[in-house]
């Protein structure tokens, strides 16, 4: 079962003194995270983003009763949360954190790559899946059309379609 709350960033720092927080985002870009009004340093803890803005590609974040530089020193390297259903999807996209650890399939051969332990998020043109192969090899597939062809949620598989010489 899918978790219900999903690491959206780390709080890397502080910004001036009036407890202003230094948002490492994981999400798919920084604006993203601006984007929420209520975020997670746990399931049982609600913070409310006050303000928020993209600087430097980081976010410079605001929660509501963090009004200190002390205050906000304190929630450095906590992780903020956000909830799943606070977040809509196109049905194309799936959160990153729910097919880690998916079996990769390769239909042109038949046979399972190995299983998805990252997707890298840094490539400019598009993600890129990283499969651990049985061996330890790591190979590393790109993660758009052609080659991503179908992710089955329900059995935990990623189907796709190398092409030779892609995984040797």
Same mark, same amino acid.
């Given at each position: 079962?899918?978790?219900?709350?999903?690491?959206?960033?780390?709080?890397?720092? &502080? *910004?001036?003194?009036?407890?202003?927080?230094?948002?490492?985002?994981?999400?798919?870009?920084?604006?993203?995270?601006?984007?929420?009004?209520?975020?997670?340093?746990?399931?049982?803890?609600?913070?409310?983003? $006050?303000?928020?803005? %993209? *600087?430097?590609?980081?976010?410079?974040?605001?929660?509501?009763?963090?009004? &200190? %530089? $002390?205050?906000?020193?304190?929630?450095?390297?906590?992780?903020? *949360?956000?909830?799943?259903?606070? %977040?809509?999807?196109?049905?194309?996209?799936?959160?990153?954190?729910?097919?880690? /650890?998916?079996?990769?399939?390769?239909?042109?051969?038949?046979?399972?790559?190995?299983?998805?332990?990252?997707?890298?998020?840094?490539?400019?043109?598009?993600?890129?899946?990283?499969?651990?192969?049985?061996?330890?090899?790591?190979?590393?597939?790109?993660?758009?059309?052609?080659?991503?062809?179908?992710?089955?949620?329900?059995?935990?598989?990623?189907?796709? $379609?190398?092409?030779? /010489?892609?995984? $040797?």
């Amino acid at each position: 079962m899918p978790k219900q709350f999903l690491e959206a960033g780390k709080i890397v720092g &502080t *910004h001036g003194v009036r407890g202003d927080l230094k948002v490492q985002s994981w999400c798919d870009s920084p604006e993203v995270l601006c984007d929420f009004d209520t975020l997670y340093l746990d399931e049982n803890t609600p913070v409310t983003v $006050e303000k928020a803005q %993209v *600087h430097k590609n980081v976010v410079l974040m605001h929660l509501k009763g963090i009004d &200190t %530089v $002390e205050a906000a020193e304190s929630l450095r390297g906590r992780v903020l *949360h956000l909830d799943r259903e606070d %977040v809509d999807l196109p049905d194309d996209l799936v959160f990153i954190q729910d097919i880690l /650890g998916f079996t990769v399939h390769d239909r042109r051969t038949n046979h399972d790559v190995g299983k998805l332990r990252d997707v890298l998020t840094t490539n400019p043109a598009h993600d890129m899946y990283e499969i651990k192969t049985a061996e330890g090899r790591l190979v590393y597939v790109p993660a758009a059309k052609p080659f991503l062809q179908e992710i089955d949620m329900q059995a935990g598989v990623i189907y796709i $379609e190398s092409i030779e /010489g892609l995984l $040797e």
